[in-house]
T-cell receptor, first 115, second 113 residues
Framework: DAGVTQSPTHLIKTRGQHVTLRCSPI?????VSWYQQVLGQGPQFIFQ???????GRGNFPDRFSARQFPNYSSELNVNALLLGDSALYLC??????????????FGQGTRLTVV | RKEVEQDPGPFNVPEGATVAFNCTYS??????FFWYRQDCRKEPKLLMS???SGNEDGRFTAQLNRASQYISLLIRDSKLSDSATYLC??????????????FGQGTTLQVKP
C-alpha cells in the first residue's frame, strides 16, 4: 500500500514567484494537513482539509492557500514567494478529522528553496 | 512562549546509555500526546502515543503528567540507530476539533559507539 506521496521532492524558486505543491493521502484517508518545517524547528501547522472543506488554518499569511480534490488529494499554493518561505513542506494524512488518538502519516516532504 | 517546549539538545550519549527527554505544554485543553521521531532530512514518524497511565514499547517508555503538563520519553540501552530528532507533539482536541498537531522544536539525540 502506498503511503503519503508528495511532489515534487525538491524545488528551487525565485523571490516573487508562485509555487504549487501536491499531496496524495493514504488510500481511505480523507483528512489532509499541511505543515511547514524550517531548519532547526518543529513542523508548524498551515492547513487542514477534510472532505474537501477547510477545517483549520494556522498563523500563515494569505499568500498561502490550499484545496482538496474529490479524490482527497490536495494542493498547497504559495504566492509572492519570500526567502523566508524556504522550508520543508510536509503533508500528513489521517483517518479522522480531529486527530484524536489516531496516527498522522507524513509524506517525505517537498524541500522548497527560494533564492 | 511556545505552546510545546523541549530542550533542543543535542544529547550525546554512549551506546547502552539511558537517556530521558522532557517536554512541557502550555494549553491545559490538550488531549492527545505523541512522540514522533525524525531522521535527518526525512519526514516525522510516530514513535508512540502517550497516555496518563504511561506506556512502554520495548526500550521506550513514555509518561504523561497532566497536572504538571509534562511529557517524558525514556530510552533505555541506547543503540546507534536511535540517533535522530525526537519531537514532542500535542493535539488540542476539544471544541477546536481539528487535526492540528502542535510540535515542539525537537530534541536531537546522537548515540556514539
Amino acid at each position: 500500500d502506498a503511503g503519503v506521496t508528495q511532489s515534487p521532492t525538491h524545488l528551487i524558486k525565485t523571490r516573487g514567484q508562485h509555487v504549487t505543491l501536491r499531496c496524495s493521502p493514504i488510500s481511505g484517508h480523507k483528512s489532509v494537513s499541511w505543515y511547514q518545517q524550517v531548519l532547526g524547528q518543529g513542523p508548524q501547522f498551515i492547513f487542514q482539509y477534510y472532505e474537501k472543506e477547510e477545517r483549520g488554518r494556522g498563523n500563515f499569511p494569505d499568500r498561502f492557500s490550499a484545496r482538496q480534490f474529490p479524490n482527497y488529494s490536495s494542493e498547497l499554493n504559495v504566492n509572492a514567494l519570500l526567502l523566508g518561505d524556504s522550508a520543508l513542506y510536509l503533508c500528513a494524512s489521517s483517518l479522522t478529522p480531529d486527530g484524536m488518538n489516531t496516527e498522522a502519516f507524513f509524506g517525505q516532504g517537498t524541500r522548497l528553496t527560494v533564492v | 512562549r511556545k505552546e510545546v517546549e523541549q530542550d533542543p539538545g543535542p544529547f550525546n550519549v554512549p551506546e547502552g546509555a539511558t537517556v530521558a527527554f522532557n517536554c512541557t505544554y502550555s494549553n491545559s485543553a490538550s488531549q492527545s500526546f505523541f512522540w514522533y521521531r525524525q531522521d535527518c532530512r526525512k519526514e516525522p514518524k510516530l514513535l508512540m502515543s502517550v497516555y496518563s497511565s504511561g506506556n512502554e514499547d520495548g526500550r521506550f517508555t513514555a509518561q504523561l503528567n497532566r497536572a504538571s503538563q509534562y511529557i517524558s520519553l525514556l530510552i533505555r540501552d541506547s543503540k546507534l540507530s536511535d540517533s535522530a530528532t525526537y519531537l514532542c507533539v500535542v493535539n488540542r482536541g476539544g471544541s477546536s476539533n481539528t487535526g492540528k498537531l502542535i510540535f515542539g522544536q525537537g530534541t536531537t539525540l546522537q548515540v556514539k559507539p
